[in-house]
């Protein structure tokens, strides 16, 4: 099941090899087999026009080139198209609401100050996305080792810790 802005689930499609879309932020996308073979960040980035994902490492390292596959996090720039087709990828930009009403965590990280340069931003909040999809009301601790593959190098991660666990408390709450 995959999860929308509101957090309320939607039916992830079935993967088969003859499946050859993928849905992306809500919207089913047929994909060419010549973008089979490229990494899905190319794709997004060039074909849909999503930038929102970063690609800062080019190997997977970094973390700011995460996005969901079927709600678990996932780094873009080392995945290719092929082995997600048929699935249902979240993207920064599928994570505010319908009405443009952005999603309790993307606030959270804009009240504690957890934006500063704002590269590694997407991966964060995608990432912390997941955890609180699988763990509404996570731990410091629990929030700490969710990030730990995520790498920022402007906050120092304290702010970032701060806005996860703001968002939780303002989801749980329903904020």
Same mark, same amino acid.
């Given at each position: ?58 190997? #997977?390292? /970094?973390?700011?080139?995460?996005? %969901? ?6 780094? =873009?720039?080392?995945? +290719?198209? $092929? ?34 340069? #704002?590269? /590694?931003?997407?991966?964060?909040? %995608? ?6 999809? =699988?763990?509404?009301? +996570?731990? $410091? ?35």
């Amino acid at each position: 099941m995959t999860q929308k802005a509101d957090h309320k689930p939607v039916k992830t499609p079935q993967q088969t090899v003859e499946n050859k879309t993928l849905v992306i932020n809500g919207k089913s996308h047929t994909i060419a087999e010549d973008w089979y073979d490229k990494n899905l960040i190319k794709y997004l980035r060039e074909e849909l026009n999503l930038k929102g994902t970063k690609n800062g490492c080019h190997i #997977g390292a /970094c973390g700011a080139c995460t996005v %969901l596959i079927n709600n678990r996090p996932r780094r =873009s720039c080392i995945t +290719p198209v $092929r082995k997600v087709l048929g699935s249902n990828v979240l993207t920064i930009e599928g994570v505010a609401r319908s009405d443009g009403t952005l999603h309790p965590l993307q606030q959270a990280f804009l009240d504690a100050g957890a934006v500063q340069c #704002g590269y /590694c931003t997407p991966g964060m909040i %995608l990432t912390a996305y997941a955890l609180l999809l =699988s763990n509404p009301n +996570p731990s $410091r601790d629990e929030i700490r080792k969710a990030l730990a593959a995520n790498i920022c190098r402007c906050t120092g991660y304290q702010q970032i810790i701060d806005a996860v666990e703001l968002a939780a408390s303002w989801i749980t709450n329903n904020k």
